[in-house]
Each structure stands twice: as structure tokens, then as C-alpha cells.
């Protein structure tokens, strides 16, 4: 019974693993407009004040003193070289995007003014109440924004439209990202067949690849699927190829007690070392995590499908660090993290959380009633209603 009495760790110690042997992902530079959707692999950082000069945000006339009136000395148009007031007295037209002419402070809207024409010269006069002009409105401020050397974007986050507009706007034309990871998912069991197959009685259609593709393609990986049976020998060959070819491997079933929950065995044969094999935790218990000399991520996850797509949630994608409060009582009585699918909706403002226990790790359609997972700490045993605790999204 040694796998019985082999030490478990906790969920926290388990995820702490995980996350000190991430994938080192390598970097490449790809055009700006390719970068979109990958992870950006450096800082970016402004190479100029943002704005780069006090910009006009409004069309209308900038002026260096509130008077009532004003004589038109010129205009200055956006994409112009700085133009100077020649009197205090006087404003300048001006239009959004201009930059704002030296001795003006403010800028007002055509809006709020009316031209006239008085002996030949163009005169604009203030049309609402001087009290509500306040000194230096319509001005965007140079540096207002970011200062030049700020950093704009830090490495690490996903690029989207509105990261491109940063770096379009210093200069970037390429840039240098991660290359995602290329990544295998496995399904491992004798009783396994293709979806596309009339189940014999005793076999079932592989759900978990599926499953673990759908989710993956969520957060941008396209993952290759593959379907090995419990055979020392065709394990040992295939995960070996596969290996060759793969960062980051993705199996689920074979971890367990049973005569042919093989993998862990082949996986160490294959020279990847195991960091960890089972958590003190409910569904996913005989979870095995290991890495190759090249680092290399293998998650062997537990079979049972709700197992499954609790550990790649849970170890697998970025923790977002929400929290539910249950509105339900919850009694669990082992010494292990409990992670209950529940169904969440909004009440005062909180995410409150309905528990669906279902009929255990391998009721995954109790999974489509539910919006992710709570966790349930393995020091207690009642878990009240209106109690805080963290949650695991899987439906975003
Ligand atoms: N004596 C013990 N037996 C079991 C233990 C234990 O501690 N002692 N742990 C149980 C727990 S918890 C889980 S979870 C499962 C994990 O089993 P394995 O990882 O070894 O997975 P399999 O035995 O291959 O399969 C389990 C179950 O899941 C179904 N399965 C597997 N792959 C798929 C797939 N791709 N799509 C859909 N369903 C899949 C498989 O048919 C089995 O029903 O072990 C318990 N046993
Ligand atoms: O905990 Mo297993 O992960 O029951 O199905
Ligand atoms: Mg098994």
C-alpha cells in the first residue's frame, strides 16, 4: 500500500511547484500588427512625453488672459511648427491636435465664441459667462500622460488592440514576444475511442482531449491531440516522440492506483522528473507534475474528467484571484482542499456561489450548470453560508 501512505502535498505547496517550474517560453521578433494576441516579451518604454507637446484639445481660439474679446492674429494648424502670440490681448485660432502656441494657456471652443468681422479684423468674442472659462481648459498638457522614459507596458501581458496603439505611437515597428508553447494533449485508457466511434458497451468516447483543446484554445494555444493506450510499450515509444516534439505536456488518466496506471512509471523512464505525485485535494487527487532536464512542463492529470478540468484550471491557466461567497452550507469532512463546481451570480454587489456537489469527479454534465469551481480549505470541515472563499473561473 505504498501509494496509499506516499506523502500527499497541499494544493498551495502543489501550486507553488507548478508555478517555479513554468515553461520558459523562447522569445522571436515579429512585425508590430503580428505581435496581436501573443505575450509580450520585453518592456516598452515611452520615447517621448506623452503628450509630446501642451496639445489643443478643442477647436476653437487660445487665448492668455480672459477678456471678452479678441483680435484673430492667425491660426495654427495641427501638424505646424509652434506659432507665438504677438500680444496678450490678442488669441490665436487654433485646432485639435495643434500644438499650443507660445504665451496661451487656454484653449475656448468655437462653441462658446462668435466671429466678427470689425474694420477688415476678425474679432472673436467670449458668448457665455467669463466665470465659466477656468485657465488652461482644452489644454492636454505635455507629459500629462506618461513621462518620456515611463514604462508604457510591462512584459509578460497579452497583447491587444490597445497595446499596439502604445507601441504604434513609440515607434515599435517590430517587437519581441513569447513563442507560445507548443503543446500536446493525451489521453491515455485501453477503453477509449474516438468521438467519431460506436462505443462498445464496456468503452467510452475520449471527452478530456477535447476539453483540454477547448480550453486551451481560450487562452490562444493550439494544442495537438493524441490518444495512447495502457501499453507499457506504446506509451514508453509515443511519449518519447511526443516529447521530442512538445513543451509542455498535457495527459489525464493513468496516474491512479490501478494494474495499468503506467504513466507515471513511463515518465520516469523518459527521464522527466517528478516535482510531485498527489495532492491533499477532492476531485484530482493523484494529480503527478514533472519537468524534463530541458524544462520541459508535464502535467499527468487524474482521468475522471471533472478531476481533469479542475487540475488544468486550477495549475494550468493564470490564477485570477476571485472570490465567491457560498450561499449554501457545505459539509466536507476529509483533511483535503475541497473544490466544488457551483453556478455564481450577482447579489449586493458580491459573486455569490450555489454549490453543485453532483455525483463526484466523473459527473462532468453537472460541469455545463456551473461557472467554475470553489475551494474549500482543507483545515475546516463546515463550510457556512456567507462565507468568503476562492474561486476558480472556468466559464469567462
Ligand atoms: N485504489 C485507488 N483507486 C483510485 C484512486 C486511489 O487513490 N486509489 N484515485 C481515484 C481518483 S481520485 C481518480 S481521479 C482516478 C484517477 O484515475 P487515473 O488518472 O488513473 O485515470 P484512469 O484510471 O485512466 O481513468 C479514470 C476514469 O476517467 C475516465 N477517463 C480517462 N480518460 C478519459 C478521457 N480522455 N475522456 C473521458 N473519460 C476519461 C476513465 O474511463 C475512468 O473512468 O482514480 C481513482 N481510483
Ligand atoms: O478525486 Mo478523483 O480526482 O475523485 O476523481
Ligand atoms: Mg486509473
Known amino acids: 500500500m505504498l501509494s496509499v ?42 520615447d517621448r512625453d506623452f503628450p509630446p507637446f501642451n496639445r489643443v484639445a478643442m477647436d476653437g481660439i487660445a487665448i492668455a488672459q480672459t477678456l471678452d474679446s479678441f483680435k484673430i492674429e492667425t491660426i495654427q494648424y495641427a501638424g505646424e511648427a509652434q506659432k507665438s502670440l504677438q500680444n496678450p490681448e490678442n488669441c490665436m485660432e487654433v485646432m485639435t491636435g495643434a500644438v499650443l502656441p507660445s504665451g496661451c494657456n487656454t484653449v475656448i471652443r468655437y462653441e462658446d465664441i462668435e466671429i466678427q468681422e470689425v474694420d477688415g479684423v476678425k474679432v472673436a468674442k467670449i458668448s457665455i459667462p467669463l466665470s465659466e472659462i477656468s485657465q488652461g481648459q482644452n489644454v492636454h498638457r505635455q507629459g500629462s500622460d506618461r513621462k518620456m522614459g515611463d514604462i508604457l507596458l510591462q512584459k509578460g501581458l497579452k497583447i491587444s488592440p490597445s497595446e499596439i496603439a502604445v507601441m504604434a505611437s513609440v515607434g515599435k515597428a517590430s517587437v519581441k514576444v513569447e513563442i507560445p508553447p507548443k503543446v500536446a494533449v493525451i489521453s491515455t485508457g485501453d477503453e477509449l475511442v474516438e468521438i467519431t466511434a460506436n462505443p462498445l458497451p464496456y468503452q467510452i468516447r475520449m471527452s478530456n482531449s477535447y476539453m483540454l483543446s477547448a480550453a486551451l484554445d481560450r ?52 527521464g522527466v522528473k517528478k516535482l510531485f505525485h498527489k495532492v491533499a485535494q477532492k476531485p484530482g487527487k493523484p494529480f503527478w507534475f514533472g519537468k524534463t532536464e530541458e524544462g520541459k512542463t508535464v502535467f499527468a492529470l487524474p482521468g475522471n474528467p471533472v478531476s481533469t478540468f479542475l487540475c488544468f484550471c486550477k495549475y494550468f491557466l493564470e490564477r485570477r484571484n476571485e472570490v465567491v461567497v457560498l450561499d449554501k452550507d457545505v459539509f466536507f469532512k476529509p483533511n483535503l482542499t475541497y473544490f466544488v463546481p457551483v453556478k455564481t451570480y450577482f447579489q449586493d454587489g458580491k459573486l455569490m456561489a450555489t454549490p453543485f456537489e453532483g455525483s463526484g469527479s466523473a459527473d462532468f454534465a453537472n460541469l455545463t450548470d456551473c461557472d467554475g469551481f470553489v475551494e474549500l480549505p482543507a483545515e475546516s470541515q463546515v463550510f457556512k453560508k456567507g462565507e468568503v472563499f476562492e474561486f476558480v473561473r472556468f466559464r469567462f
Do not use: R, W, Y
Open 219 to 270: 487562452v490562444g494555444v493550439k494544442a495537438n491531440l493524441f490518444h495512447l493506450t495502457d501499453d507499457k510499450e506504446e506509451l514508453f515509444i509515443k511519449l518519447q516522440e511526443i516529447l521530442a516534439n512538445h513543451d509542455i505536456l498535457l495527459l489525464s488518466g493513468g496516474v491512479s492506483a490501478g494494474k495499468k496506471d503506467f504513466v507515471p512509471e513511463i515518465l520516469a523512464n523518459l
Open 5 to 46: 501512505l506516499s506523502k500527499m502535498i497541499s494544493v498551495k505547496e502543489a501550486l507553488k511547484i507548478v508555478e517555479e517550474n513554468a515553461f520558459i517560453p523562447k522569445v522571436s521578433e515579429v512585425s508590430l500588427l503580428e505581435s496581436v494576441g501573443k505575450v509580450l516579451a520585453e518592456n516598452i518604454t515611452a
